[in-house]
């Protein structure tokens, strides 16, 4: 069974702390544009929904990236991105089916929910 990180919409209020929690764990630094989680917002409706990679089994994402830069990682099994290899070409973006991959233009890489490391957390 493949690993995900599982979201409860219900209990989504919007707060952005997953968003901040997430760019603060890779980057050391709260920014919305350096998370992995994004939370789309419809104020009209009062609805808070979580974005994130979903870890699909067949990843389109690896598949479509023309210099390998993605692939399966072994200890956690995430999807990880080879920094040094990617061209930030966008390609896994257009192929997710989910809209789970977000860009960061800074760095000119995607980012891909890694499972915080497949470390547990409590």
């Given amino acids: 069974m493949q690993k ?7 209990k989504c209020t ?3 702390s997953c968003i901040l929690a997430c760019s603060f764990g ?4 709260f920014s919305i544009v350096k998370s992995r989680i994004q939370v789309l917002k419809e104020a009209e409706r009062a609805i808070s929904k979580p974005w994130v990679c979903i870890q ?3 990843a389109p994402c690896i598949s479509s990236c023309p210099v390998d830069a993605l692939s399966w990682e072994r200890d956690s099994a995430a999807i990880h991105l080879n920094e040094a290899k990617c061209i930030g070409c966008k390609a896994c973006i257009a192929a997710c089916p989910f809209d789970g ?3 960061y233009d800074e760095h000119q890489i995607p980012l891909i ?5 497949g ?3 409590a």
């Fill in 113 to 117: 929910c890694d499972l915080c490391g």
């Fill in 101 to 103: 991959i977000f860009f």
């Fill in 56 to 58: 699909c089994e067949e």
């Fill in 14 to 16: 919007g707060c952005s």
């Fill in 26 to 29: 890779h980057y050391d630094s």
């Fill in 119 to 121: 470390i547990r957390h």
């Fill in 4 to 10: 995900r990180l599982i979201v409860d919409e219900e």
